[in-house]
């Protein structure tokens, strides 16, 4: 058992380096176009997408990333019925289902976004990785930046605050009734970077009768 966890760790690790201390500037990230900007948060018009997807139970935010980021990245390293080679892609995201959350409940999906050569056909992840692809609807998702660590001291603060702040503005009531995720927290950068880094609280935001969510606006990234 010891010696299983060490190799998990390991292979988090090694694969946190290959993304961001080699090839962060290169990698994909899922496009999206900005429809709404406010001091504290902003709103994405996100277009479709497949993500593939870790089903994680655990109490604990921080070890339910690092079990499902561990399993994704042995997918991507080949671990699938075609042995392709999958290149890593950003943020990791790790939705939290409604309910759940540090101390809350333990159902947790860690996705990592498929690269535009695999977004109509992903290989398939072998059976024993539990993984799954996940097709998303273009859709609108509210945003809120925060700095330093993402974990389980702090994410239910932030993502409180997103709250806070989409409460005050004409996005109020807008959050999706219909998510199958309470929040999600999208990280960008290695645990070996200490100042700049860059997370965000994802929500939902139901887009009936939204006309920006359902054209192109301000700028594409």
């Not at 980021?69 to 075609?82: K, M, S």
């Not at 109509?120 to 998303?136: G, Q």
């Not at 880094?197 to 009768?209: F, L, T």
Request: hydrophobic letters at 40%; a neutral charge.
């Amino acid at each position: 058992m010891g010696n299983t966890r060490l190799s998990m760790a390991v292979m988090v690790v090694v694969g946190l380096m290959i993304c961001f201390l080699g090839l962060c500037n290169a990698i994909e990230s899922p496009q999206y176009t900005v429809v709404h900007t406010e001091s504290e948060f902003e709103i994405r018009l996100y277009r479709e997408t497949t993500w593939m997807s870790a089903p994680v139970r655990e109490i604990s935010f921080k070890k339910a990333t690092r079990d499902g980021f561990h399993r994704l990245f042995q997918y991507i390293q080949g671990a699938n019925l075609n042995f392709s080679r999958v290149a890593m892609t950003a943020p990791v995201l790790t939705s939290i289902v409604p309910g759940a959350g540090p101390f809350h409940s333990s159902a947790y999906f860690v996705r990592l976004y498929l690269p535009v050569k695999f977004q109509a056909d992903p290989p398939m992840p072998l059976p024993e990785l539990n993984l799954k692809p996940s097709a998303w609807d273009g859709h609108c998702i509210a945003i809120r930046k925060f700095s330093g660590f993402a974990g389980d001291d702090n994410i239910v603060e932030e993502a409180e605050k997103l709250a806070v702040s989409l409460g005050r503005s004409p996005w109020v009531n807008s959050t999706s009734s219909e998510s199958s995720y309470a929040y999600s927290i999208a990280q960008y950068n290695s645990p070996f970077r200490i100042i700049g880094r860059v997370n965000e609280v994802w929500v939902d935001i139901d887009a009936s009768g939204i006309d920006d969510c359902k054209t192109s606006a301000v700028a594409t990234y």
